[in-house]
């Protein structure tokens, strides 16, 4: 029991630490793609995005163009912050570092929960 609760954490330690290596590139690759100037494709190519064809039997066309509108505008209003794009970059990705050792050291504290459980675990005498 004890070997499934390392392996277990093994697992999800690797997969929490690919979640942010993902999120850190994807992050390092928005604030580029911003700071680049490249809005305004961007924001077209958001304001033009066909809608599939399964889509409007869930939800409604017109809250889907809604959704759109809100997201050109939030693209739009980006461009004020262009400027700050590299001194955000600076503390964002260490940041989420921050997030992904706090969340290891909450996963490890509850494997060594675990562990220290599974010997407590005496088997019932018959």
């Given amino acids: 029991m004890k070997i499934a609760v390392w392996v277990i954490f093994s697992i999800v330690t690797l997969l929490w630490t690919a979640g942010t290596f993902i999120a850190v590139k994807l992050t390092q690759w928005g604030t580029t793609v911003l700071a680049g100037g490249n809005i305004d494709p961007l924001s077209r190519g958001v304001a033009e995005w066909p809608l599939p064809q399964g889509l409007p039997l869930w939800l409604d066309p017109a809250m889907i163009q809604t959704l759109q509108q809100y997201a050109l505008l939030s693209l739009e209003s980006l461009r004020d912050a262009m400027p700050y794009m590299s001194m955000l970059m600076g503390w964002l ?11 290891v050291i909450c996963l490890l504290a509850l494997a060594i929960a675990a562990h220290w459980l599974t010997t407590r675990h005496t088997p019932a005498t018959v």
């Fill in 93 to 103: 990705v260490p940041l989420i570092w921050g997030v992904w050792g706090f969340g």
